[in-house]
């Protein structure tokens, strides 16, 4: 199956600083890719949509300024944390999906702490 | 809107035995998909078994299948023989359709299963 990747795996920053995910599509094109947060045992909650070459859609309740999503390339969507602060610290999983209904690719997720 | 519903918040199971993981949807979308995704302490999200809306029968993979009642809105995931590797999370989703356009998944709230040995 197709493979996407996100790095870091981890990653540990302190409140106040900016931090960057990356999310790749290794061998196949994506010009749709979603984020998602997950909090310690909950579930995966939609964040936003990432389309290459235009804005990001973001879900009610995030702030768009503060989770700052690009999509330049069609296999790079980024996303960066601002003036992260402790609150911000969850676990977080792009996913891109395939050409049939059935494909959903998720990268491996980066956990995030901000201390 | 659509919405998932995963009632139970652990099961446990003994090693070799079946088990049955439920799930229940909503959606006024006579399209969908239904998935199953197993999530280690790792993190990551280990993709189980797809059922389309349209697919007339259950959908099987290996040791898990899928038991689709559409009528009733439910899609449970039956497990057999159960290992000690299958301990994990286990969520439920929907493929979320707009524009024609494949959409993003939305998440039942997971069902931890233990299995004893």
């Known amino acids: 199956g197709a493979v996407v990747s996100q790095h870091p795996s981890w990653v540990i920053c302190k409140s106040g600083t900016s931090v960057k995910i990356e999310c790749r599509s290794l061998?196949?094109?994506?010009?749709?890719m979603f984020w998602y947060r997950q909090f310690p045992k909950q579930s995966l909650m939609l964040m936003a949509t990432?389309?290459?070459?235009?804005?990001?859609?973001?879900e009610q309740g995030v702030e768009k300024d503060k989770f700052l999503i690009n999509h330049a390339s069609l296999t790079l969507s980024t996303l960066t944390v601002t003036s992260a602060h402790p609150e911000d610290s969850s676990f977080y999983i792009c996913?891109?999906?395939?050409?049939?209904?059935?494909?959903?690719?998720f990268g491996p997720g980066t956990r995030l702490t901000v201390t | 809107a659509q919405k998932i519903t995963q009632t139970q918040p652990g099961m446990f199971v003994q090693e070799k035995e079946a088990v049955t993981l439920d799930c229940t949807y909503d959606?006024?979308?006579?399209?969908?998909?239904l998935f199953w995704y197993k999530q280690p302490s790792s993190g990551e999200m280990i993709f189980l078994i797809y059922?389309?809306?349209?697919?007339?029968q259950n959908a099987t993979e290996g040791r898990y299948s899928l038991n689709f009642q559409k009528a009733r809105k439910s899609a449970n995931l039956v497990i057999s023989a159960s290992q000690l590797g299958d301990s994990a999370m286990y969520f439920c989703a929907m493929s979320y359709n707009y524009g024609g356009s494949q959409g993003n998944l939305i998440f039942g709230k997971g069902t931890k299963l233990s299995v004893k040995p």
């Open positions: 959606t006024s979308d006579p399209s969908y998909g």
């Open positions: 061998d196949f094109q994506a010009t749709t």
């Open positions: 059922q389309g809306s349209y697919d007339q």
């Open positions: 990432s389309n290459e070459g235009s804005k990001a859609t973001y």
């Open positions: 996913s891109a999906p395939g050409k049939q209904r059935r494909e959903q690719y």
